[in-house]
């Protein structure tokens, strides 16, 4: 492949300090003195040399979050450059491969004798060199762009794959995420051919059979909202026939396109693309979509390489071309290294070795996608990620995480931890998985749908790798095995009730028009709309609820786990309910969120604990936060569920529960003293 390299024959405007480096002064014991103090940094920035205005904006960074006095940049404290040299990775462990061990490069500006600076530290910068250079042989960081080694990244990805493919033992695992072999994948109804050196002349939609055993790719991509969806270009019966002809690629959305090339330059011949290869007819007799949409689990986990189009907010806009452009840099300075002289074997220390290129620290930030309900298990479920981040490309897969500027190379449990991937842990913990999920669970929920009534189908697959995990029935989002812990989530601030039970209400559509989103019920998180947290409860915490049949929560099997849709399901269980006022009071040092509860005060003698009288109301027992302010009432029911936490709830006139809201009570309230048990019907 032909790589572009930026033309550098034009010299930028350089001051005589920044005229003078090379980057074996900059790494020598010490580094290199560039100016007497931050003042003169800065007149030479705006003097126009672009490598003291690439070290002023990063200053300028710093000095945002440790404001200095026009004064204090005058002190004589001298600039220095020096190296900031750290390993990446440490030496792999006896019991894993990690990605090869190499050492970041980097640059370093420091004000050592300014005691007003030294609170910020050094600002660093990060190195990258061109391919072919002789400063590739020592920097392993990278820069492509449009207009910078346009094409670079094909060979990146290229390189991170093969790495995984041929060294990652945990990645070709059978067990991940689900039961499959992935060298003899199960493959997807329906694929894309993208033609080419590897198939025909067009791209075309192929139904695939038990003996196509090919790897493929997948794609995670926003689809946005710039065209409706009447006018988007996807499967639907009315082209199966065509498409199974050729596709014209020139009617696919841009993003659509670029995959498709991607899968080409990657030399894969297979790739799934849900618009293209699921029909998305609105006729009700069609359920296509049903039948597929349940199966991405096995989709985006049997696939070679998800390719995620992170930075795009639509598939209009494509999401190869990195857009992003620093304020400052990237600036080229000349390399010399000795040992990479030797190395090479045909240079001497006055021979030219190039440049290698220095640029601000660039984020390691997704993009949009990352607020998007679908791909937020996209991502989960896919063995290995190929990220067209903000900043940067990115690789993810089981055993680390790369980027293109070489920055973060982490180890597997670190990624688990912060990015959201998959957490396999040993064969009988249940716990650890079910952590997993409600950790999961409250990232999902503050993420946006598109159409608002996909809240199961979007975690459907998700929900499906952990079902035999768990071994329990899965209910509207909680698992019947750990039903009181499930039920005890609260909204954030900001979350909306999706609509009000009982009803149904018109919710706009991004094609204009007016769909019907049914009721759920209302003990799931799934009826709000915005981010959820969850109570933590202890082994020990007393459990005050209990099924009426052993181990089954509700006769319904219609909630499943592979349910697209769940609009009902009733819980029947035995609780201690009691009937309590809510204060006309808020609760002191709480949001408004948050009401007093009190008891009856026929009832106040009964209760053995509980705090103090309020206004000769009744006792208070508990803080209770409403899921809906809007929704506060006066009075309504307290269920403990376990410790000292349970829900409020209002009866209807059928006598079946909904939920209002969570409680805290005062742990040495004896709820058995003050309330029989009795069958309860949550809806």
Not at 80 to 104: N, V
Not at 287 to 296: C, F, T, Y
Not at 408 to 415: A, L, S
Not at 492 to 499: F, L, P, T, V, Y
Request: net charge negative; aromatic share 10%; proline share 5%.
């Amino acid at each position: 492949m032909n790589v572009h390299v930026a033309n550098n024959d034009k010299k930028p405007m350089r001051c005589a300090a920044c005229s003078a480096l090379r980057t074996d002064k900059i790494w020598q014991e010490g580094g290199v003195r560039l100016h007497d103090n931050l003042q003169a940094l800065k007149d030479s920035a705006q003097a126009g040399c672009d490598f003291c205005a690439l070290c002023w904006a990063a200053c300028e960074q710093r000095l945002r979050e440790w404001p200095l006095r026009e004064e204090n940049l005058r002190r004589d404290s001298a600039v220095w450059l020096t190296r900031y040299f750290r390993d990446l990775i440490k030496p792999p462990p006896e019991d894993g491969i990690w990605w090869k061990w190499r050492r970041d490069h980097r640059i370093s500006i420091k004000v050592p004798n300014n005691e007003h600076i030294n609170p910020w530290g050094p600002a660093s910068f990060h190195t990258f060199a061109d391919p072919g250079t002789p400063a590739a042989h020592l920097v392993t960081g990278s820069w492509t762009t449009p207009d910078r080694n346009r094409e670079l990244y094909i060979n990146l990805a290229r390189c991170w794959l093969k790495e995984c493919l041929e060294h990652h033992k945990f990645c070709a695992s059978s067990s991940f995420p689900i039961k499959s072999d992935a060298t003899n994948p199960v493959l997807p109804t329906r694929l894309i051919d993208v033609g080419g050196a590897l198939g025909g002349k067009y791209a075309r939609l192929v139904i695939t059979d038990a003996n196509m055993k090919d790897p493929y790719l997948a794609l995670s991509y926003v689809w946005g909202n710039s065209v409706p969806r009447k006018d988007r270009f996807l499967l639907r019966k009315g082209n199966l026939y065509g498409l199974q002809q050729r596709i014209d690629e020139d009617k696919l959305a841009k993003t659509h396109r670029e995959a498709i090339q991607l899968t080409r330059d990657l030399e894969f011949r297979y790739i799934w693309i849900d618009a293209l290869c699921i029909i998305h007819d609105d006729d009700v007799n069609c359920q296509d979509w049903d039948l597929e949409s349940v199966k991405m689990a096995q989709y985006y986990g049997n696939a070679t390489l998800t390719v995620i189009a992170a930075q795009a907010k639509d598939s209009a806009d494509g999401f190869v071309e990195n857009k992003w452009r620093p304020n400052a840099g990237p600036c080229d300075i000349p390399f010399f290294h000795k040992e990479t002289m030797q190395k090479l074997g045909n240079l001497s220390e006055t021979d030219d070795m190039g440049t290698i290129g220095i640029s601000m620290p660039r984020s390691t930030e997704k993009g949009p996608i990352t607020n998007r309900g679908w791909c937020f298990q996209e991502e989960i479920l896919s063995r290995r990620q190929l990220i067209f981040g903000e900043e940067q490309l990115q690789f993810q897969c089981r055993e680390g995480r790369l980027f293109e500027d070489s920055s973060v190379n982490i180890r597997q449990e670190e990624i688990n931890s912060r990015d959201g991937h998959w957490v396999p842990p040993d064969n009988g913990e249940v716990e650890r998985w079910l952590t997993f999920w409600y950790v999961k669970l409250c990232d999902y929920s503050a993420r946006e749908l598109t159409v608002p009534e996909d809240i199961f189908a979007a975690i459907s697959g998700l929900a499906q790798a952990i079902k035999p995990k768990v071994n329990s029935r899965y209910l509207a989002g909680l698992w019947e095995a750990d039903m009181p812990r499930g039920l005890l989530w609260a909204p954030e601030a900001g979350a909306k009730r999706r609509h009000k039970v009982g009803k149904i209400l018109p919710m706009p559509s991004d094609a204009g028009t007016e769909i019907h989103v049914l009721q759920v019920p209302s003990w799931s998180w799934a009826a709000f709309q915005g981010p959820i947290n969850r109570r933590l409860l202890s082994p020990e915490d007393q459990v005050f609820v209990r099924t009426k049949d052993p181990g089954r929560w509700t006769l319904d099997e219609t909630c499943h786990v592979t349910a697209t849709h769940i609009w009902s399901c009733e819980l029947e269980f035995v609780g201690r309910l009691q009937r309590v006022t809510c204060s006309p009071r808020k609760a002191p040092n709480k949001s408004n969120y948050i009401d007093l509860i009190l008891l009856p005060g026929d009832k106040v003698d009964e209760v053995a604990g509980g705090n103090h009288n309020l206004m000769g109301l009744g006792r208070v027992v508990a803080y209770g936060w409403f899921d809906v302010a809007e929704e506060r009432v006066n009075s309504c029911w307290c269920l403990p569920i376990a410790g000292d936490t349970g829900l409020m709830l209002d009866r209807d006139k059928d006598g079946k529960f909904h939920r209002l809201g969570v409680i805290e009570y005062d742990s040495d309230v004896n709820w058995a003293d003050l309330a029989q048990e009795q069958e309860i019907c949550l809806i």
